[in-house]
């Protein structure tokens, strides 16, 4: 066993069961609340949006979730995933610390993303939903959706965010491969999307007008309802079969991780890896330090503030506790899209909150260049959000050589970059730069966050 690279999971080892970090936390986490009344939601205020099972799970305070057979079905095209160790990186640093890395790019769609999109359109078949709407910006959320939509038999429509749509034409032809109906947004569909088309043809878009766009078709039938692919418990409970594989995984090699680091954007991949581990952690079998990883371009959880705001930019969401940069905060274009996001899953926000998480921002240029140095010694091409999380582990594997310790250090790699050239290509020419927020345009967009009696 001395020279495993890959640890891999038999099909019937696979996890059968969602891990729910809620009943474990030592404070629950706070509620989400109605924009209109400021009173906790109910499951009735997402009555229009979410299947009723999901809005259960959403809501859910139970330590494990039966993961249905038929979703399992699903998982078992490329689940179990493998779990790497990085062992030609290692070479490369020049590090006694042991790197392993969770491989959640063997999926359809390449990233971890499908893990919630499966179980979300199961759970709306069920309840006699026939069609999917939801929002993408680079089309990794959209292209999850259609291929589970494929699965079980809906209909899934996407509204791309414009600039990306034009500037992104392979996403949109996976989603269409996969009968996905693919529209520009804003587009001429919704009343919305007209106004601004009305002002602006060749408007750019953004994920917070995308989000509008899908939110008020899907509530216009009881046959329609949206799904989102981060940021809500359901989502990051689901995921949490990527840290249940993983800790098989290093029993099957009798390690345990030091040190776990995970890129957050909305949060989800970070939570499925990293919540198994806080379990361990609490119950006092591990004691790995945990730690979120964002672009200082986006940096939510280290410059943001924790109080409720809106999940998108137009304000139709319910209120969340979140690390926020305020919710008409627009992030500068940098290469990671999945990482633009102005707040954070609020489970995530929560364990950050009661310190039992860290977190950490890191420029994209030094993020590209330890993904070059991965994509070198271990083969793959990582996506720009997870060139995050393999910075974090460069980092600490040369902190390692420094003092000789020989940690081991434990990252999600939630996604391969093979449509994401584009930023490898600017990245290699030298014509990428790092972005910094300043203090102004943060405070700026804090002005527009709800104040609370
Ligand atoms: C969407 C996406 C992200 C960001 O979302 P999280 O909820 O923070 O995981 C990160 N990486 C990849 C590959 C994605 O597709």
Redesign the pocket.
């Known amino acids: 066993m001395s020279e495993y690279t890959k640890i891999l999971l038999e099909e019937d080892e696979m996890p059968t069961q969602w891990y729910n970090v809620v009943a474990d936390l030592p404070a629950p986490p706070p509620p989400q609340l109605h924009p209109g009344t400021l009173q906790p939601a109910t499951a009735e205020d997402f009555a229009a949006l979410f299947p009723k099972a999901l809005i259960e799970q959403e809501m859910s305070t139970q330590r494990y979730i039966d993961i249905p057979g038929e979703v399992l079905d699903v998982y078992r095209l490329w689940r179990p995933s493998p779990l790497f160790r990085a062992r030609r990186l290692e070479k490369l640093l020049d590090t006694p610390a042991k790197i392993f890395y969770k491989y959640e790019g063997v999926s359809p769609a390449g990233?971890?993303?499908p893990n919630t999109a499966v179980p979300q359109v199961y759970y709306n078949m069920l309840e006699g939903v026939k069609k999917l709407t939801t929002e993408t910006g680079a089309g990794?959320?959209g292209s999850s959706l259609a291929f589970a939509c494929a699965q079980f038999g809906l209909e899934c429509e996407i509204w791309q965010v414009a600039a990306s749509y034009r500037a992104k034409p392979h996403r949109r032809t996976m989603m269409e491969i996969w009968g996905g109906k693919v529209h520009p947004s804003p587009s001429d569909i919704t009343e919305f999307g007209r106004s601004l088309l009305a002002k602006d043809p060749n408007h750019p878009g953004s994920l917070g007008i995308a989000i509008s766009e899908a939110v008020s078709e899907a509530v216009t039938s009881d046959e329609v309802r949206y799904a989102l692919?981060?940021v809500l418990n359901h989502v990051l409970l689901h995921q949490t079969i990527i840290g249940e594989e993983a800790l098989l995984q290093l029993a099957k090699v009798g390690e345990t991780p030091d040190v776990l680091v995970g890129?957050?954007?909305?949060?989800?991949?970070?939570g499925g890896l990293a919540f198994p581990f806080l379990r361990e952690k609490l119950a006092g079998n591990m004691n790995p330090v945990i730690r979120c990883v964002e672009p200082t371009a986006c940096p939510t959880l280290t410059k943001g503030q924790y109080r409720y705001d809106f999940g998108d930019t137009a304000g139709l969401t319910p209120l969340m506790k979140m690390h926020t940069l305020g919710h008409s905060f627009i992030p500068e274009p940098i290469h990671a899209g999945?990482?633009r996001y102005h707040g954070m899953a609020p489970l995530v926000s929560h364990v950050y909150d009661l310190g039992l998480v860290e977190a950490i921002a890191i420029p994209q240029l030094e993020c590209f260049a330890g993904a070059v140095q991965f994509a070198r010694t271990e083969g793959i091409v990582p996506?720009p959000?997870?060139t995050h999380a393999i910075a974090a582990a460069v980092r600490e594997a040369l902190i390692c050589k420094e003092t000789g310790e020989e940690k081991v250090i434990l990252t999600a790699l939630?996604?391969h970059g093979h449509l994401d050239l584009a930023s490898y290509d600017q990245f290699m020419r030298g014509e990428m730069q790092d972005l910094e927020l300043s203090d102004e345009a943060i405070a700026e967009a804090m002005k527009d966050v709800p104040v609370l009696a």
């Open positions: 990233s971890h993303k990794q959320w692919g981060s890129c957050t954007g909305g949060g989800s991949n970070f999945g990482l996506a959000e997870p939630c996604g």
